[in-house]
Protein backbone atom coordinates (compact mmCIF):
# COMPACT_ATOMS: atom_id res chain seq x y z
CA UNK A 1 0.00 0.00 0.00
CA UNK A 2 1.21 3.14 -1.11
CA UNK A 3 1.13 6.96 0.34
CA UNK A 4 -1.87 6.93 2.15
CA UNK A 5 -2.46 10.02 5.12
CA UNK A 6 -0.98 9.18 8.37
CA UNK A 7 -4.96 8.76 9.82
CA UNK A 8 -5.31 5.68 6.97
CA UNK A 9 -1.96 4.27 7.50
CA UNK A 10 -2.78 3.69 11.16
CA UNK A 11 -6.39 2.34 10.67
CA UNK A 12 -5.43 0.15 7.68
CA UNK A 13 -2.10 -1.09 9.19
CA UNK A 14 -3.94 -2.28 12.21
CA UNK A 15 -6.00 -4.55 9.71
CA UNK A 16 -4.71 -7.85 9.11
CA UNK A 17 -4.23 -8.35 5.29
CA UNK A 18 -4.48 -4.85 4.34
CA UNK A 19 -0.70 -4.82 3.45
CA UNK A 20 0.79 -4.44 -0.03
CA UNK A 21 0.57 -6.48 -2.83
CA UNK A 22 -1.14 -8.23 0.42
CA UNK A 23 1.06 -10.16 2.04
CA UNK A 24 -0.33 -13.23 0.25
CA UNK A 25 0.85 -11.77 -2.91
CA UNK A 26 4.45 -11.09 -1.61
CA UNK A 27 5.10 -14.70 -0.31
CA UNK A 28 3.50 -16.03 -3.87
CA UNK A 29 6.50 -13.93 -5.25
CA UNK A 30 8.83 -15.44 -2.72
CA UNK A 31 7.48 -19.08 -3.11
CA UNK A 32 7.65 -18.78 -6.90
CA UNK A 33 11.47 -18.07 -6.30
CA UNK A 34 12.36 -20.45 -4.12
CA UNK A 35 11.16 -23.22 -6.63
CA UNK A 36 13.71 -21.54 -9.18
CA UNK A 37 16.61 -20.63 -7.09
CA UNK A 38 20.07 -22.49 -7.71
CA UNK A 39 21.09 -24.78 -4.92
CA UNK A 40 23.81 -22.55 -3.88
CA UNK A 41 21.37 -19.50 -3.78
CA UNK A 42 19.05 -22.01 -1.65
CA UNK A 43 21.99 -22.65 1.12
CA UNK A 44 23.26 -18.85 0.80
CA UNK A 45 20.05 -17.41 1.85
CA UNK A 46 19.33 -20.22 4.84
CA UNK A 47 22.11 -19.40 6.45
CA UNK A 48 21.57 -15.27 6.16
CA UNK A 49 17.99 -15.72 7.08
CA UNK A 50 18.46 -18.23 9.55
CA UNK A 51 15.86 -20.52 8.14
CA UNK A 52 16.03 -23.87 6.64
CA UNK A 53 12.45 -24.74 5.86
CA UNK A 54 10.90 -24.40 2.89
CA UNK A 55 9.59 -21.18 3.60
CA UNK A 56 12.79 -18.83 3.87
CA UNK A 57 11.94 -16.40 1.38
CA UNK A 58 8.01 -16.38 1.96
CA UNK A 59 8.12 -16.49 5.78
CA UNK A 60 10.29 -13.08 5.17
CA UNK A 61 8.46 -11.96 1.72
CA UNK A 62 6.10 -9.13 3.87
CA UNK A 63 8.28 -7.80 6.96
CA UNK A 64 9.03 -4.72 4.70
CA UNK A 65 5.21 -3.75 5.14
CA UNK A 66 5.64 -3.67 8.49
CA UNK A 67 8.79 -2.33 9.53
CA UNK A 68 7.41 0.89 7.20
CA UNK A 69 5.04 1.46 10.28
CA UNK A 70 7.84 2.04 12.62
CA UNK A 71 9.59 4.93 13.85
CA UNK A 72 12.77 3.01 12.96
CA UNK A 73 11.73 1.63 9.40
CA UNK A 74 9.93 4.85 8.58
CA UNK A 75 12.37 6.10 6.07
CA UNK A 76 12.07 2.95 4.11
CA UNK A 77 8.01 4.22 3.13
CA UNK A 78 9.16 5.68 0.12
CA UNK A 79 11.05 2.92 -1.12
CA UNK A 80 7.94 0.67 -2.01
CA UNK A 81 7.10 2.67 -5.31
CA UNK A 82 7.62 4.88 -7.55
CA UNK A 83 5.73 8.10 -8.43
CA UNK A 84 5.49 7.77 -12.39
CA UNK A 85 4.16 11.67 -13.20
CA UNK A 86 2.76 10.07 -16.76
CA UNK A 87 -1.14 10.47 -17.66
CA UNK A 88 -2.71 7.27 -17.67
CA UNK A 89 -5.21 6.14 -20.06
CA UNK A 90 -3.63 8.32 -22.66
CA UNK A 91 0.16 8.15 -21.75
CA UNK A 92 2.65 5.96 -19.43
CA UNK A 93 5.91 5.85 -18.85
CA UNK A 94 8.42 5.69 -15.78
CA UNK A 95 11.19 8.33 -16.48
CA UNK A 96 13.59 7.48 -13.24
CA UNK A 97 15.19 11.52 -13.20
CA UNK A 98 11.38 12.73 -13.21
CA UNK A 99 10.02 10.01 -11.05
CA UNK A 100 12.17 8.70 -8.01
CA UNK A 101 11.98 11.48 -5.45
CA UNK A 102 15.25 12.99 -3.18
CA UNK A 103 13.88 10.05 -0.16
CA UNK A 104 14.59 7.42 -3.03
CA UNK A 105 11.87 5.07 -4.73
CA UNK A 106 11.36 0.87 -5.41
CA UNK A 107 14.07 1.45 -8.25
CA UNK A 108 16.57 3.04 -6.14
CA UNK A 109 15.95 1.06 -3.07
CA UNK A 110 16.48 -2.39 -5.17
CA UNK A 111 20.33 -0.84 -6.58
CA UNK A 112 20.73 0.48 -2.66
CA UNK A 113 19.70 -2.78 -1.14
CA UNK A 114 21.44 -5.06 -3.84
CA UNK A 115 24.50 -2.85 -3.22
CA UNK A 116 24.66 -3.25 0.47
CA UNK A 117 24.32 -7.48 -0.12
CA UNK A 118 27.13 -7.36 -2.63
CA UNK A 119 29.22 -5.63 0.19
CA UNK A 120 31.19 -7.67 2.45
CA UNK A 121 32.09 -4.83 4.50
CA UNK A 122 28.32 -4.92 5.66
CA UNK A 123 27.52 -7.33 8.92
CA UNK A 124 25.32 -10.28 8.09
CA UNK A 125 22.38 -8.17 10.20
CA UNK A 126 22.43 -5.26 6.94
CA UNK A 127 22.78 -7.73 4.80
CA UNK A 128 19.34 -9.89 6.41
CA UNK A 129 17.95 -6.63 5.85
CA UNK A 130 18.78 -5.75 2.20
CA UNK A 131 17.90 -9.42 1.54
CA UNK A 132 14.59 -8.82 2.71
CA UNK A 133 14.05 -5.37 1.35
CA UNK A 134 14.84 -6.85 -2.19
CA UNK A 135 12.30 -9.78 -2.05
CA UNK A 136 9.89 -8.06 -0.97
CA UNK A 137 10.04 -5.15 -3.59
CA UNK A 138 10.93 -7.36 -6.25
CA UNK A 139 7.25 -7.89 -5.55
CA UNK A 140 6.11 -5.05 -5.49
CA UNK A 141 7.70 -3.67 -8.15
CA UNK A 142 5.03 -5.65 -10.24
CA UNK A 143 2.33 -4.09 -8.93
CA UNK A 144 1.25 -1.71 -11.51
CA UNK A 145 0.07 0.77 -9.38
CA UNK A 146 3.32 0.80 -7.29
CA UNK A 147 4.39 2.80 -10.30
CA UNK A 148 1.83 5.41 -10.92
CA UNK A 149 2.31 8.62 -8.92
CA UNK A 150 -2.25 9.56 -10.18
CA UNK A 151 -4.31 9.55 -7.44
CA UNK A 152 -1.61 8.53 -4.57
CA UNK A 153 -1.30 5.19 -6.73
CA UNK A 154 -5.22 4.53 -6.80
CA UNK A 155 -5.21 5.05 -3.24
CA UNK A 156 -7.57 7.92 -3.42
CA UNK A 157 -9.73 6.15 -6.03
CA UNK A 158 -12.32 4.63 -3.71
CA UNK A 159 -14.28 1.68 -5.25
CA UNK A 160 -16.19 -1.35 -4.53
CA UNK A 161 -15.59 -4.86 -3.75
CA UNK A 162 -18.08 -7.21 -3.41
CA UNK A 163 -19.70 -4.51 -1.81
CA UNK A 164 -17.44 -3.17 0.53
CA UNK A 165 -15.73 0.01 0.13
CA UNK A 166 -11.80 0.28 -0.42
CA UNK A 167 -9.57 1.83 -3.08
CA UNK A 168 -8.51 1.10 -6.86
CA UNK A 169 -5.02 0.33 -4.81
CA UNK A 170 -5.83 -1.78 -2.38
CA UNK A 171 -7.97 -4.19 -4.64
CA UNK A 172 -4.95 -4.81 -6.91
CA UNK A 173 -2.74 -5.38 -3.98
CA UNK A 174 -5.07 -7.64 -2.29
CA UNK A 175 -8.88 -8.54 -3.46
CA UNK A 176 -8.13 -9.46 -6.74
CA UNK A 177 -4.92 -11.33 -6.06
CA UNK A 178 -7.06 -13.48 -3.04
CA UNK A 179 -9.95 -14.26 -5.06
CA UNK A 180 -8.04 -15.97 -7.96
CA UNK A 181 -6.15 -17.68 -4.98
CA UNK A 182 -8.32 -18.37 -3.16
CA UNK A 183 -7.24 -16.79 0.34
CA UNK A 184 -5.11 -14.84 2.54
CA UNK A 185 -3.00 -17.64 3.98
CA UNK A 186 0.68 -18.53 3.70
CA UNK A 187 -0.71 -21.84 2.40
CA UNK A 188 -2.35 -20.19 -0.64
CA UNK A 189 0.31 -18.13 -1.48
CA UNK A 190 1.57 -21.64 -1.20
CA UNK A 191 -0.94 -23.59 -3.34
CA UNK A 192 -1.13 -20.08 -5.89
CA UNK A 193 3.08 -20.83 -6.20
CA UNK A 194 2.60 -24.10 -7.17
CA UNK A 195 0.60 -23.50 -10.06
CA UNK A 196 1.92 -19.99 -11.46
CA UNK A 197 5.65 -22.28 -11.53
CA UNK A 198 3.74 -24.91 -13.57
CA UNK A 199 2.59 -22.24 -16.09
CA UNK A 200 6.50 -21.31 -16.27
CA UNK A 201 7.65 -24.55 -16.70
CA UNK A 202 5.22 -26.23 -18.87
CA UNK A 203 2.19 -24.16 -19.19
CA UNK A 204 1.44 -20.44 -20.72
CA UNK A 205 4.05 -19.14 -19.79
CA UNK A 206 6.90 -21.64 -21.03
CA UNK A 207 7.72 -19.93 -24.42
CA UNK A 208 7.96 -16.67 -22.17
CA UNK A 209 9.96 -16.54 -19.35
CA UNK A 210 13.23 -16.75 -20.84
CA UNK A 211 12.25 -13.27 -22.29
CA UNK A 212 11.15 -11.98 -18.22
CA UNK A 213 15.34 -11.92 -17.95
CA UNK A 214 16.59 -10.02 -19.85
CA UNK A 215 18.61 -7.36 -18.96
CA UNK A 216 18.58 -8.91 -15.61
CA UNK A 217 22.20 -8.56 -13.93
CA UNK A 218 23.48 -7.24 -10.69
CA UNK A 219 27.09 -6.10 -12.20
CA UNK A 220 27.60 -2.65 -11.60
CA UNK A 221 25.09 0.35 -9.80
CA UNK A 222 24.24 1.44 -13.03
CA UNK A 223 23.04 -2.11 -14.67
CA UNK A 224 21.05 -2.66 -11.53
CA UNK A 225 19.43 0.46 -11.83
CA UNK A 226 18.64 0.03 -15.01
CA UNK A 227 17.46 -4.15 -13.99
CA UNK A 228 14.76 -1.98 -11.91
CA UNK A 229 14.19 0.44 -14.49
CA UNK A 230 12.84 -2.11 -16.76
CA UNK A 231 10.41 -3.86 -14.57
CA UNK A 232 8.99 -0.69 -13.40
CA UNK A 233 8.15 0.42 -16.81
CA UNK A 234 6.41 -3.07 -18.12
CA UNK A 235 4.39 -2.72 -14.82
CA UNK A 236 3.63 0.42 -15.32
CA UNK A 237 2.46 0.17 -18.78
CA UNK A 238 -0.32 -1.94 -17.43
CA UNK A 239 -1.69 0.94 -15.64
CA UNK A 240 -2.96 2.54 -18.99
CA UNK A 241 -3.58 -1.06 -20.89
CA UNK A 242 -5.50 -2.48 -17.89
CA UNK A 243 -5.79 -1.18 -14.94
CA UNK A 244 -7.39 2.35 -15.69
CA UNK A 245 -8.04 1.32 -19.35
CA UNK A 246 -11.19 3.65 -19.17
CA UNK A 247 -10.05 6.41 -16.99
CA UNK A 248 -10.55 6.97 -13.75
CA UNK A 249 -14.51 7.28 -14.15
CA UNK A 250 -14.90 3.86 -15.01
CA UNK A 251 -13.61 2.52 -11.96
CA UNK A 252 -14.37 5.21 -8.98
CA UNK A 253 -17.27 4.16 -6.98
CA UNK A 254 -17.93 1.14 -8.72
CA UNK A 255 -18.07 -2.14 -7.90
CA UNK A 256 -15.23 -3.76 -9.37
CA UNK A 257 -15.14 -7.69 -8.46
CA UNK A 258 -16.37 -8.55 -11.39
CA UNK A 259 -15.83 -8.00 -15.39
CA UNK A 260 -13.33 -5.76 -13.97
CA UNK A 261 -11.56 -8.54 -11.95
CA UNK A 262 -11.86 -10.77 -15.11
CA UNK A 263 -9.99 -8.40 -16.95
CA UNK A 264 -7.45 -7.75 -14.22
CA UNK A 265 -7.19 -11.58 -13.84
CA UNK A 266 -4.50 -12.27 -16.60
CA UNK A 267 -2.35 -9.02 -16.02
CA UNK A 268 -2.20 -10.19 -11.97
CA UNK A 269 -1.42 -13.83 -12.68
CA UNK A 270 1.48 -12.69 -15.30
CA UNK A 271 3.04 -10.22 -12.74
CA UNK A 272 3.12 -12.45 -9.85
CA UNK A 273 4.97 -15.13 -11.75
CA UNK A 274 6.75 -12.77 -13.35
CA UNK A 275 8.65 -11.15 -10.48
CA UNK A 276 8.86 -14.89 -8.58
CA UNK A 277 10.52 -15.99 -11.85
CA UNK A 278 12.91 -12.83 -12.09
CA UNK A 279 13.44 -12.97 -8.52
CA UNK A 280 15.26 -16.27 -7.88
CA UNK A 281 17.36 -15.23 -11.09
CA UNK A 282 18.16 -11.82 -9.55
CA UNK A 283 19.03 -13.45 -6.09
CA UNK A 284 21.12 -16.62 -8.43
CA UNK A 285 23.03 -13.27 -9.81
CA UNK A 286 23.59 -12.23 -6.01
CA UNK A 287 24.85 -15.10 -4.91
CA UNK A 288 27.16 -15.57 -8.24
CA UNK A 289 28.65 -12.09 -7.83
CA UNK A 290 29.04 -12.04 -3.76
C1 LIG B 1 20.35 2.37 1.53
O1 LIG B 1 19.95 1.52 2.59
C2 LIG B 1 20.41 1.94 3.87
C3 LIG B 1 20.08 0.85 4.88
O2 LIG B 1 18.69 0.69 5.05
C4 LIG B 1 19.75 3.26 4.21
O3 LIG B 1 20.22 3.72 5.45
C5 LIG B 1 20.08 4.28 3.14
O4 LIG B 1 19.32 5.46 3.37
C6 LIG B 1 19.72 3.75 1.75
N1 LIG B 1 20.22 4.67 0.74
C7 LIG B 1 19.49 5.02 -0.31
C8 LIG B 1 20.13 5.98 -1.26
O5 LIG B 1 18.35 4.60 -0.52
Given at each position: MARLPAIALLASAA?????AWGAMGHETVAYIASNFVSSATKTYFQDLLGDTSANYLASVAAWADSYRYTSAG???????????NDSPPSACGVDYARDCGAAGCIVSALQNYTSILLD????AANHQIAAKMIIHFAGDIGQPLHCEALDVGGNSIDVVYDGEDTNLHAIWDSDIPESISGGSSLASAKSWATTLTTAINSGEYKSQAASW???????TAAIQQATALKWAAEANAYVCSTVLQGGVAAVE??????AYTTTADPVVKLQIAKQGYRLAKYLDAIVAAA
Open positions: LPGALSFSAPFHYIDAGRYSLTGLSVANKELSG
